[in-house]
């Protein structure tokens, strides 16, 4: 089993629209972790970071769901410029292990 | 500002011509690696440093060094690229401590023919 599973999409939604997608994790001592979002192969750049239950940002929401060992980010009102893949990341000691990414392009 | 800087940032070699990518942080940070990032396989550590004089092996190590002589500079060196070394490469750097925000530098776009 990968140390960090995602759905690699591509998630195709409509402005406005809401969308959600999930993240598997192996290692259960993780404590925390983080999304990242990666423009067309561009530099990913620290999106937000899940601790305890979730978190959320704006139209960003983030939850964790430690029993199954799950992170899931929801998006809700769709923006063109959320295009993206967000990436999961998940810590272990002094080293983060990534997810392949999940493909979000949302369209006019 | 607080920035990673690569170069290059795109590079076309051939089969065996020894080749630096250079990483420069200008924000102290004691932590640094370098990353391959390949389709469908995600982003995959070939080296870190945890400080000056301090590497140790990710989990890609093999073709490639690295040296930390200077808290600020972690170079890549390929003695002998191949082509399955053609990849996109990633520097990055944080405080020490995983659950550190890491901040990525442009990225080098590197084809081996």
């Known amino acids: 089993r990968k140390e960090v599973e995602q759905d690699p999409g591509p998630f195709n939604v409509p402005e406005g629209a809401t969308v959600a997608f999930n993240c598997t994790y192996s290692?259960?001592?993780?404590?925390?972790f983080f999304w990242y979002r990666q423009d067309c192969r561009k530099e990913p750049k620290l999106l937000m970071s899940v601790y305890s239950s979730g978190n959320e940002d704006g139209r960003f929401t983030a939850q964790l769901n430690r029993a199954s060992q799950y992170i899931s980010l929801l998006i809700r009102d769709s923006k063109l410029s959320d295009s993206a893949t967000y990436l999961c990341?998940?810590?272990?000691?002094?080293?983060?292990?990534f997810g392949a990414g999940t493909t979000v392009t949302v369209r006019a | 500002e607080a920035q990673v800087t690569q170069n290059p940032r795109y590079l076309i070699t051939v089969t065996g011509k020894k080749l630096t990518v250079t990483c420069s942080q200008n924000m102290n940070h004691e932590y640094m690696s370098w990353y391959r990032q390949d389709p469908g396989l995600g982003l995959r550590q070939i080296y870190y440093?945890?400080?000056?004089?301090?590497?140790d092996k990710g989990d890609v190590p093999e073709g490639y060094k690295v040296s930390r002589k200077e808290k600020r500079n972690f170079p890549l060196i390929l003695e002998s690229p191949s082509p399955n070394q053609t990849s996109l490469y990633f520097c990055?750097?944080?405080?020490?401590?995983?659950?550190?925000?890491?901040?990525f530098g442009p990225g080098t776009r590197l084809t081996v023919l």
């Open positions: 290692n259960s001592a993780s404590q925390s």
């Open positions: 440093s945890m400080n000056v004089e301090v590497t």
């Open positions: 990341v998940v810590p272990n000691d002094y080293k983060l292990s």
């Open positions: 990055a750097s944080r405080w020490t401590g995983a659950y550190n925000e890491q901040f």
